[in-house]
């Protein structure tokens, strides 16, 4: 479903990626850890072109982008249509309702009818389990339900990759369970996630392959069961040592 190679990423004198191969089969849920700055959240924001990369190609499912030359805006967009992405913080559209929010993009990005738009958007909310809140305002509901109304609403894109990016480090402890249930539903489902996380216990859990990135570089990648029980890297082994002291996995 996801190919990269040789990926590199820029920032003026910075190299935040470099170098990096990867695919990840349909279906798979794939987890990302790794120390802050270790360039995870630049890698998944390139799968979108939120950053764009300054070498190597891309390609999800049947769409490739090679950027060693300048891509068209066009191109850009039918990249995009494959995946769709949680953010860390909710970015809902807080004049808007739950309802509103999910169907905002299936209408004025893909231009679909409204009537058809807001039936999809409220079996959505029902699926993450807020099908009694399609007409509350974002300041009504808690930081996990308008995380989960995110989901919903990239979901509603119908993107063949689902991308988080740290989707529980903005909730309180007592909420991040609620995503995260949703979160394990979509991978039983066989959605294609790639996920940026520092919540240890689902990459263990769920996860299909764990990739450990560090300086920009994945340092190592396989089943959960041999990352966090049998690393083979040094550097793996320390930074999970590391979070073991402070009990998050």
Known sequence: MITIKNLHKKFG?????????LEVKKGQAFVVIGPSGSGKTTFLRCLNILETPSAGVI???E??????????????NAFRK?????????????????????MEGPVTVQGQDKA??????????????????????PFQLSGGQQQRVGIARALALEPKV???????????????????????DLASEGMTMVVVTHEMRFAK??????????????I???????????????RTQQFLNLIQKTDVI
């Open 116 to 137: 058809a738009a807001r039936k999809k958007a409220e079996q959505l909310l029902a699926k993450v389990g807020l099908g009694d809140k399609v007409n509350e305002y």
């Open 59 to 61: 390609s999800i499912d």
């Open 82 to 102: 494959q995946s769709a992405m949680v953010f860390q913080h909710y970015n809902l559209f807080p004049h808007m309702t739950a309802l509103e929010n999910v």
């Open 13 to 21: 004198d910075l190299e935040v990626l470099k170098g990096i191969d």
């Open 162 to 184: 689902m991308l988080f990016d740290e989707p529980t480090s903005a909730l309180d402890p007592e909420l991040v369970g609620e995503v995260l249930q949703v979160m394990k």
């Open 220 to 234: 190592e990648r396989g089943k959960p069961e041999d990352i966090f029980g049998h690393p083979k890297e040094a």
């Open 205 to 218: 859990g769920v996860a299909d392959e764990v990739l450990f990135m560090d300086g920009g570089h994945i």
């Open 63 to 76: 769409q490739s982008v090679d950027f060693a030359k300048p891509v068209p805006k066009k191109k850009v």
